[in-house]
């Protein structure tokens, strides 16, 4: 068959349509998995705002890693220096295990990625979008008794990675991602 045969050109152009149809039926697919996730996570969490819910399922965040999503600021501080450090990471592990993590799980997994490469910036202005619709459900002593806890954690990841006693720890760029957290949850 020459080069420029018919059927070789057929071949070719079939090819290419596959392809298309290929990329398109992948990104298809994609849009519905994140429809359908954010509908999840909208029944899970009580949250009645689809985009929210939508912003959340596109950085991948699932029902099953929602407990992961909710320790995403302790990594936001961890790594505001650039690095995470070994006493930010066993904070993070730590916090983890107590809210009733287990190893195996896909949330723990989601978690160890997250502390051994930076998360991209999306994830704590998700984060941030998700603390101020909850704030804005709960009632204001279980929105104070939640912006405790986390505002704890924060801290003390921040005061974990050195410092004499904690004293003098905090970096100037792991403040400003505590008082953006703190904003959220306000």
């Known amino acids: 068959m020459s080069q420029n045969s018919p059927k070789q050109w057929f071949n070719l152009e079939e090819h290419f349509y596959k392809s298309v149809d290929q990329r398109l039926l992948d990104k298809l697919r994609g849009e519905m998995n994140t429809a359908q996730t954010a509908e999840a996570i909208m029944q899970v ?21 929602l407990s992961a999503f909710r320790l995403a600021p302790m990594v936001a501080v961890a790594w505001a220096d650039d690095r995470i450090e070994a006493n930010e990471r066993y904070v993070i592990s730590k916090a983890a295990e107590e809210s009733g993590l287990k190893p195996d799980e896909p949330a723990m997994k989601l978690l160890d990625s ?35 806890e986390i505002m704890h954690q924060v801290r003390a990841v921040a005061e974990a990675s050195g410092g004499l006693l904690g004293f003098g720890s905090v970096s100037p760029s792991e403040k400003a991602v505590i008082e953006r957290i703190e904003q959220a949850l306000s």
């Open 45 to 65: 969490t009580g949250i009645s705002d689809p985009a929210l819910a939508e912003e959340i399922a596109a950085i991948d965040v699932t029902v099953e890693t």
């Open 114 to 148: 997250w502390t051994e490469q930076r998360p991209g910036a999306e994830l704590l202005d998700a984060w941030c979008d998700y603390a101020r619709a909850l704030s804005q459900t709960l009632n204001e002593s279980h929105r104070a008794a939640l912006k405790k």
